[in-house]
């Protein structure tokens, strides 16, 4: 051990520290036996394991899907050369087509080490199918000049029976390899590897319906509904709940969610004020999702409506409470569709002030969006049609706000989705105002707020509406309700014989048919 005197002064004591020495000189000092003992582990653990899976099973989705397409193109082009009877080309396409899918076969067994049965036998059977096709093109060209019977029809019916072996073939191992999704979502527990099986599932579900359909088909949604119920998995809670609503974009997602008690799981959730706002919207875009009356075969999930008062007021309190614009959005669109759902919302909603909530909110950072405004708009327009809703909402500024809100112009908008919210907030927002206008003085209000220039001029100007026809009748029927009520020099006289007088559908017609001439 080295010794220091003691007479040494406290700052020649911290320069020459031994222990600081030896810190410096052990960074260059390596334990050869220590790096062997590593180097001879393997560093695959279980988390490795999944996440390599869920490489595999993304890539092999995605091959497959993308060699299916071009083969479907290529059926297409057969179909059209057998119709014209073009059997030169028909006989290549049929070598190339029976060739590619042979190819996209083998893609499958790469991406499936151990095929189930049921997958090898309709592979079978889709080569099966190619060689009758082949064998049908063969024989056409030894057909006697006596045979009466069209050589396409034969051509054309093994075509089609190749076609859907073909598709079910693709659809057989698209869901095998979801399940692989499905057991990774069901059985790991690490917060890497649930993110990034739940990261595919949304990547998978945002490429089409049919993965959405596959997925629910397979057991995806019960699986994600069991990690929402799973305590101890809260942390990975708002990327599942995500990940539910991409998915639940189809009808058969719905259903699952009905069949699994989804409801009930999404109100614990929901209504569990404790929680975090971010799970909670998230829970509110599944609600938007599942509710969308644009969804095929929509129907109302069984214990929604009973529990519509609960759901309301968590809604309610996300949009006032909130300083997040996409929280806002999430809880707004699910209060808008509900809306659609049934009369007896609307009574819900104003017990909880919504109408004030949401008219405010528009003055704020939070519903600045366009798509907010739409979603606000909605519920205006079918909250007014309850009578006990009209004066709370002409009391909290509504009439204000629709006429606000009636002046947003397409022109201003680069994208089609905000060019089509654009359109939908002109138009509910007419909507809501010839709603309210029933009474003289509302219609007083709007010919004093300049509310009537504006419905002329999208009426008349195509471009001020992106020529839509929804924009157009609407204001219309605004415009003759305020008419109707309170007389005002803002209505020109030809604007009056063209826009209020007719029948609406010749009103309709003249402001589509400017362009043209009539004789």
Request: hydrophobic share 40%; net charge negative.
């Amino acid at each position: 051990m080295l010794r220091y005197s003691v007479k040494k002064s406290a700052k020649e004591k911290f320069i020459f520290d031994p222990t600081q020495q030896w810190l410096s000189d052990i960074r260059w000092s390596t334990e050869t036996e220590c790096m062997s003992v590593l180097q001879g582990k393997s560093l695959l653990t279980e988390m490795d394991k999944y996440s390599l899976n869920a490489a595999v099973v993304k890539n092999g989705i995605d091959t497959i899907r993308d060699d299916s397409h071009h083969i479907s193109n290529e059926f297409t082009k057969l179909f059209k050369y057998v119709e014209a009877e073009k059997w030169s080309a028909v006989r290549s396409l049929v070598i190339q087509l029976t060739c590619h899918i042979r190819s996209l076969i083998q893609e499958c067994n790469l991406s499936l080490p151990d095929p189930p049965s049921y997958i090898l036998e309709q592979q079978e059977t889709v080569m099966g199918e190619c060689a009758k096709l082949a064998q049908q093109v063969d024989r056409k060209s030894s057909t006697s000049k006596d045979d009466r019977t069209p050589p396409k029809i034969p051509v054309t019916n093994q075509l089609t029976f190749l076609g859907q072996a073909f598709s079910r073939l693709v659809d057989l191992a698209l869901g095998h390899l979801l399940q692989k999704v499905v057991e990774t979502l069901d059985e790991a527990n690490n917060p890497v590897t649930l993110s990034s099986a739940l990261g595919t599932v949304v990547s998978l579900g945002l490429e089409g319906e049919h993965m959405c359909y596959i997925f629910a088909r397979e057991g995806g949604v019960r699986a994600l509904l069991d990690i929402c119920r799973t305590e101890s998995l809260s942390f990975i809670h708002p990327q599942t709940l995500r990940a539910l609503a991409t998915i639940c974009c189809v009808a058969e997602g719905i259903f699952e969610i009905e069949k699994e008690g989804g409801v009930e799981c999404l109100m614990d959730i929901l209504c569990d004020y404790s929680g975090g706002e971010k799970v909670r919207g998230e829970v509110a875009g599944v609600l938007a999702q599942v509710t969308s009356p644009c969804l095929e075969n929509f129907q109302q999930l069984s214990g929604l409506v009973e529990n519509l008062d609960e759901i309301l007021r968590a809604l309610i309190g996300l949009c006032a409470n909130t300083l997040s614009h996409e929280v806002f959005l999430l809880a707004s669109a699910a209060i808008a569709n509900i809306t659609f759902m049934d009369s007896m919302a609307c009574d819900i909603l104003l017990k909880y002030d919504a109408p004030r909530v949401l008219i405010q909110s528009c003055g704020t950072s939070v519903a600045q969006s366009l798509f907010a405004k739409d979603q606000v708009a909605t519920v205006l327009a079918n909250m007014v049609a309850v009578d006990n809703c009209r004066q709370c909402i002409i009391n909290s500024g509504g009439l204000d706000l629709c006429l606000q809100l009636l002046q947003e112009r397409p022109l201003t908008y680069k994208s089609s989705a905000e060019i089509a919210a654009c359109e939908r907030v002109q138009q509910k927002s007419a909507i809501a105002l010839a709603r309210l206008c029933r009474e003289e003085e509302i219609a007083q209000i709007i010919v004093e707020m300049e509310g009537i220039p504006r419905l002329v001029e999208l009426c008349r100007n195509k471009g001020e509406r992106n020529n839509s026809d929804a924009v157009l009748v609407a204001c219309l029927a605004a415009l003759r309700k305020v008419s109707a009520l309170y007389k005002t020099e803002n209505i020109i006289d030809i604007d009056f014989k063209q826009l209020i007088q007719p029948r609406l559908m010749d009103s309709f017609l003249i402001c589509t048919n400017t362009d043209e001439n009539f004789v």
